[in-house]
């Protein structure tokens, strides 16, 4: 079984402050990575994956995470992070077929 | 191209009753899967439908049930309703049923059981 841990639930962080949000998984196969954004009562939006091959992944908004398989994680960074960025975040792991297994969630909240 | 809808947007039901959950799947896309987001928490995927048959369940009973349509737009069941059931369903479409393919999901059902 694989399981996704997102070891903070809430990071708040000023307007044009860096950051960095943290996801450890586990599994006993490889795995594709995922990182979702999800905004007040909105659906789930991909900002990034990782598939293979390079370690370090950009994504849109300026996000970018970077794949470390000897710690099983994959940590989503941004380095200026706006008011707009303020919603959910959520790490996700895929194995076999389309299954997601998805962590807790972050809150990251940007204060002006 | 238009993305996956859903319908509807929100919904109240009372306990013991049945409620179905619709969603358009994103064009030529033949696999939708349907996931329960608890209020506070990460979604939990709930089952998977592939050329109109089941291929993958998560850990929900039976009155959890689904379908999909030729179209491969797909229909979410849950009979005997719980206040747990409470919760976001969000239906996600992707073009193949297996490998490194992303899930394009919608906006969401509301659901809330009183």
């Known amino acids: 079984a694989q399981s996704v841990t997102q070891l903070d639930s809430q990071v708040p962080v000023f307007e044009e402050a860096p950051v960095e949000l943290r996801c450890n998984y586990s599994s006993s196969v490889s795995v594709y990575l995922f990182w979702y954004v999800q905004y007040p009562n909105q659906g789930l939006q991909l900002l990034l994956k990782y598939l293979s091959g390079s370690t370090l992944v950009k994504g849109i908004n300026g996000f970018e995470a970077e794949f470390n398989k000897s710690q099983t994680s994959f940590h989503l960074r941004k380095p200026s992070v706006h008011i707009s960025d303020t919603a959910e975040y959520f790490c996700?792991?895929?194995?076999?077929?389309?299954?997601?297994?998805f962590g807790g969630g972050t809150r990251l909240m940007v204060k002006p | 191209e238009t993305g996956v809808t859903q319908s509807p947007t929100h919904l109240i039901k009372t306990r013991g009753q049945q409620v179905t959950l619709r969603c358009s799947s994103q064009s030529g896309h033949n696999t939708v899967s349907w996931y329960q987001q608890a209020l506070g928490q990460g979604p939990q995927f709930i089952f998977q439908y592939y050329r109109e048959e089941e291929n993958g369940r998560g850990n929900f009973p039976p009155r959890f049930s689904g379908l999909q349509f030729p179209n491969y737009s797909s229909e979410l069941n849950v009979n005997a309703l719980e206040l747990d059931d409470s919760a976001l369903y969000l239906c996600?479409?992707?073009?193949?049923?297996?490998?490194?393919?992303?899930?394009?999901f919608g906006q969401g059902t509301r659901l809330t059981v009183v």
């Open positions: 996600a479409s992707s073009p193949q049923y297996r490998g490194n393919t992303e899930a394009f």
């Open positions: 996700a792991v895929k194995k076999a077929g389309n299954m997601l297994t």
